[in-house]
């Protein structure tokens, strides 16, 4: 909708975010904001082992009422993740350890003091007796008959096993084979904000109020109402501005399970802020994927088969919602990722160890998939000896073939993505890089250029949830809109926005069909008490989902809105339209603040049969087809390496992507930085290693490196937009894409500028220390075959 | 990760402090700019009972050129050195280091004193200071001495002061046209503690040089008389006589097993020295990793 200079503020317009103004000027309001009256702060006695039999936890007289362990905790029970998938093994979480530690950083006691400082010092006073036992600190070790046991009742450590196989001998004759040994490292995905909880009891209401920093506000009560066994109306659940997601708070904590308890327990408010330690070492783990992956393919680079056996190191506990084995269960349906070929096996482990647990971060599975699919397919174009973006356009999905549905049914909406790999190579101009390789660089750095395409399933709904039968399934998702008296407008949804921009994209969607400005229109979310039922934001759901209940509900409001014009204007409804925010007559117009002013200030003007719903709807939604949107991108990259000590640069960086309708461009590219940024961390940088001992080796940022300003370039974009033809507008997700696709760009890069010398990298990250190595060790063997020879 | 307990004074003047430092029950430590004692106090990695400030003694943030030497006073903020708010004698050598130390928030508040005192291997000024021959001014109630850096410094994380004793000031000779200077640090990424660092201070006329190693989880490695390193004999064509097998069984002797590592350090080495036979030390700053 365009207003009389032809500026619009409706779908794909280009606005600012409104919430930027609070949120860059130090004014979000953030758990660790709130100050309450006796509020106390918590610090937990977390496991220093990563496994151990508890023979006691000695607390001092002085403190014994300050310190609560699970024998504290009568009738609190464990955090339970099921899935509904065939011989899935179920792990029960205890909110404080009580046997048995199976990670560092597990909960073991809660201490409670005026100020954290305080809650410190009991903490330090507190010994512990532990029995180590042998720590299971690799998956692959783990599945071996003969493991120690993380949950010894299982007789083994393997959460889930799956295996797809469709028609995979008929690929076993091709002419070109190719197998790598493919792996992501671990990580800790690193929202600014840490996770947070502020707890204090409403007697008013009868209800715990439990602010905590989350993505699913409405999730976290129905597993904390479990846990505590008591009713969901007496928990209130409300997430302020959040610092970050990423997935690290679409989860429930045992922590928000222990402050809920302790804040019932003590009747006055209790806090607990995450301190960068507890979040490094005990919370954050995700990513770390093996694959033993072979490409069969024809001399051109036409993809026969592939087959795989994927391992997920699930950590020791099964998360709430999302369980332990999603990732991993996920990585043999999406492993295809947008190639079209006949024949494909895989076999995957979800494999308990004595780590955090896994939690889903940004891109899921699909950061894995995609690092393994990319790095193979640019194996099988130097196999075949052609150029890795021949391999890519022999076997793309078309864009003749939409929508398409590929070898794990998995149903493409639209797209073209042979194109977005055009426009990818002709901006970086593969030409130009491929003469400048010819040449050495006066610097002695090597230039190396890699490519990566994904697709992304966003918004998939009941239809594929109910299948992996986790504690969540999302159905249709609500929105509530309501005009204010002077013709405002008030938007409520279940789902968090917490750096998607929502505060401005739903004001947006609303624009376009009420017609008020941006502006004046007011999104209230995260809170159980305001806003309806959610499984909240995660899987780059929320414009499509939260999107289409807004305009939904909008819709309904412009109905009701006619009904009530066209009495002000005396005319018959039918006759009337609804335009630009007024009611259209055959004789006069009327805006939406008069007939606000109208039902709520003089009701006496209605009409005796006005609708008596008003000026306040919740409409739900769902797409069309709730498979999912399927957004996509090719990045491509361009790097400077230096073999001797191992850096990278990046000196191009191009992302051409589709997430269909854009309902702002501006946000989308918000999120293709921040997603590029995470990338480069999982690409270069970041890794949380153990020890034998299951020791996590980084406690602070100074040795679990993060990717800073200098190390990011500005990605030049360009986006298409073939609209979905499923969902509201043609929209898709686009959350989770530009954190995809980078790590596997990158390597290729990398690779391509390190062929020369023998050298492949197929870990993440491809830190400097690897790179090196696998100079050194090329330049050694290439010594030892020359004086073979 | 809050501190344990401790008390706090900021003394405003250099007899007060060095009164209280003498007199102090239990353990004292001195806080300049705070960029390594906070986090560590944070992660209760010390457990002081007494935090004493110095950031209020004004004699601790002078700095003066005395006939061929700068000094500078313990509290001068790395900052203050890349800005060029004190004075120089090195050419730019040191506004050069400074520039590449951690992130701007870090130079603001860090301190060269702090730095020295710290002795972080990692650190820059501990190799480039001992590159260029710096000394150390040390006080107490029974007076000052002053010692060579090289030998201040006796570990990670481990200098030679005396209980009772603070350092007030850094004392760094000229660096004179002439004379080659060579510096270059190696990190995982700008601004992170450097992986490896090469400092050199060649005089090719004399036919003789400092070559420092540092950031190897140790005292830095100074080689004195490094001819061995250049076949024997230092002229003005030491980078290209510069033996990287030499350089590499020096750091195995030192204890470096990890190959990887000590190929990046004699790679950053190779390059310092290549850096000081191509710029003379007067030259425009460069940012970056070799900067």
New interface residues.
């Given amino acids: 909708m365009s207003d009389a200079n032809g500026l619009t503020e409706g779908i794909g317009a280009r606005l600012p975010r409104k919430e930027d103004d609070r949120l860059m000027r130090g004014r979000g309001h953030y758990v660790g904001d709130l100050r309450l009256p006796g509020l106390q702060d918590v610090a937990f006695v977390r496991s220093p082992l990563a496994h151990a039999r508890i023979r006691a936890i000695h607390v001092p007289e002085a403190f014994r009422d300050r310190v609560f362990t699970a024998a504290d905790l009568e009738g609190v029970l464990p955090i339970r993740a099921v899935s509904g998938l065939a011989g899935f093994k179920v792990s029960e979480q205890p909110i404080l350890a009580k046997d048995k530690v199976r990670q560092v950083g597990e909960l073991l006691a809660i201490c409670l003091a005026p100020t954290r400082a305080e809650a410190e010092d009991i903490a330090a006073a507190i010994v512990l007796d532990l029995e180590e036992l042998p720590a299971i600190h690799d998956m692959l070790a783990a599945r071996e008959p003969g493991s120690a046991l993380v949950h010894e009742d299982w007789g083994d450590n393997v959460f889930l096993e799956t295996l797809v196989d469709v028609n995979f001998a008929s690929a076993l004759d091709a002419p070109i084979k190719v197998s790598r040994t493919i792996s992501t490292g671990r990580q800790c995905m690193a929202p600014i904000e840490g996770r947070g909880t502020v707890v204090h009891l409403d007697h008013r209401m009868d209800q715990l109020v439990v602010h905590t920093a989350s993505q699913m506000p409405h999730i976290v009560r129905n597993g904390l109402a479990e846990c505590l066994g008591i009713e969901q109306g007496r928990l209130r659940i409300v997430s302020p501005d959040v610092g970050g997601g990423f997935g690290y708070k679409a989860i429930l904590l045992a922590e928000d399970v222990c402050l809920a308890w302790l804040a019932l327990r003590v009747g006055h408010p209790v806090r607990w802020l995450e301190d960068r330690r507890e979040h490094l070492t005990a919370n954050a783990n995700c990513r770390e994927h093996h694959y033993r992956i072979t490409a069969y393919a024809e001399r051109d680079g036409t993809l026969r088969g592939i087959d795989c056996e994927a391992t997920v190191d699930s950590g020791a506990y099964s998360a709430y919602p999302f369980s332990a084995c999603l990732e991993a269960a996920q990585v043999a349906s999406i492993l295809p990722g947008p190639y079209d070929f006949p024949a494909y096996r895989c076999r995957t482990w979800s494999v308990a160890t004595n780590k955090c647990p896994i939690l889903p971060y940004r891109g899921v599975a699909r950061t894995g998939v995609c690092f393994a699919m990319e790095l193979i397919l640019d194996a099988v174009a130097a196999e075949a000896g052609i150029e890795p973006w021949t391999v890519r356009e022999k076997n793309l999905v078309r864009a003749d073939q939409m929508p398409f549905d590929n070898i794990t049914a998995k149903h493409f909406d639209s797209g073209d993505y042979p194109q977005a790999l055009r426009r990818a190579l002709e901006a970086i101009d593969v030409g130009a890089v491929r003469a400048r390789q010819r040449t050495p660089e006066p610097d002695g750095r090597r230039i190396g250029l890699g490519l990566s395409i994904y697709c992304e399933q966003a918004a998939h709904g009941t239809s594929v949830y109910s299948g992996w039968g986790i504690p969540m399934v999302p159905g249709h998702e609500q929105a509530g809109a309501r005009l204010t008296p002077d013709g405002g407008l008030e938007l409520r949804i279940g789902a968090h926005s917490h750096g998607q921009g929502l505060e401005t994209t739903l004001a947006q969607v609303a624009h376009e069909i009420l017609g008020v400005p941006v502006a004046r229109t007011r999104l209230v979310h995260g809170d159980t008490a305001m806003t309806p039922y959610s499984t909240g934001s995660w899987g780059s759901r929320v414009m499509v989902m939260a999107g289409g209940a807004v305009a939904a509900a909008c819709r309904e409001l412009s109905l009701r809105a006619v009904r009530i014009g066209a009495h002000l204007l005396q005319t018959d409804p039918a006759t009337c339209r609804f335009e630009a925010g007024r009611v259209v007559g055959p004789s006069g117009d009327v805006g939406l603040d008069q007939i606000a002013h109208t039902w709520y200030r003089r009701p006496q003007d209605l009409a005796l049969d006005v609708d008596p719903g008003g000026l306040e709807v919740t409409a739900g939604y769902k797409p069309q087809r709730d498979s999912g949107t399927f957004s996509y991108a090719a990045h491509a990259a361009l790097v400077a390496v230096d073999p001797d000590l191992g850096s990278v640069e990046i000196l191009d960086y191009v992302i051409v992507e589709d997430g269909g309708t854009l309902v702002n461009p501006l946000v989308v590219d918000g999120q293709l930085y921040g997603g590029l940024a995470q990338g480069i961390g999982t690409a270069l940088y970041e890794e949380m290693r153990f020890d034998s001992r299951g020791q996590p080796l980084a406690s602070t940022f100074a040795d679990y490196l993060l990717p800073g300003p200098a190390e990011v370039p500005e990605p030049r974009i360009d986006h298409m937009a073939t609209p979905s033809p499923y969902t509201q507008f043609g929209v898709k997700g686009i959350g989770e894409g530009g954190a995809i696709a980078p790590p596997a760009a990158l390597a290729n890069a990398i690779n391509d500028a390190l062929r020369p010398l023998g050298v492949a990298m197929l870990h993440s990250p491809v830190s400097q220390h690897r790179i090196v190595e696998a100079v050194l060790a090329a330049r050694a063997a290439a010594s030892s075959s020359r004086k073979a020879a | 990760?809050?501190?344990?307990?401790f008390a706090y004074e900021r003394p405003g003047d250099l007899p007060a402090l060095l009164a209280r430092l003498a007199t102090a029950e239990g353990s004292v430590k001195l806080m300049a700019g705070g960029q390594s004692l906070g986090?560590m106090l944070n992660?209760?990695l010390v457990e002081p009972d007494l935090v004493l400030d110095i950031t209020g003694i004004p004699e601790l943030r002078r700095a003066a050129i005395e006939g061929e030497t700068l000094v500078l006073g313990a509290c001068v903020t790395h900052a203050d050195i890349e800005d060029g708010r004190v004075p120089d004698l090195t050419g730019g050598a040191m506004a050069r280091v400074a520039t590449a130390i951690a992130?701007r928030p870090v130079r603001n508040r860090g301190t060269i004193g702090g730095s020295l005192v710290h002795a972080d291997p990692a650190a820059d000024w501990v190799t480039s200071l001992i590159a260029l021959g710096a000394e150390v001014e040390l006080a107490s109630t029974s007076g000052r001495r002053r010692l060579a850096l090289a030998t201040f410094v006796t570990g990670a994380l481990d200098v030679a002061l005396a209980p009772g004793e603070m350092l007030v000031a850094v004392r760094i000779p000229a660096l004179p046209p002439g004379i080659a200077w060579g510096y270059v640090k190696?990190c995982?990424?700008?601004?992170?503690?450097a992986?490896a660092i090469g400092a050199v201070r060649i005089e090719p006329d004399a036919g003789r040089g400092r070559v420092v190693i540092g950031a190897i989880e140790r005292a830095p490695l100074v080689v004195a008389e490094p001819h061995d390193l250049f076949g024997g004999w230092i002229g003005p064509d030491f980078a290209d006589r510069f033996d990287a097998r030499a350089a590499d069984a020096l750091l195995r002797e030192a204890g470096m097993s990890d190959?990887?590592a000590r190929?990046?350090h004699v790679?950053?080495l190779a390059r310092a020295l290549r850096q000081a036979a191509s710029a003379p030390p007067s030259l425009t700053r460069t940012i970056g990793?070799a900067a």
């Fill in positions: 990760m809050k501190p344990a307990r986090p992660l209760r992130y190696h995982s990424k700008i601004g992170e503690f992986h190959p990887v190929h990046v790679t950053v990793e």
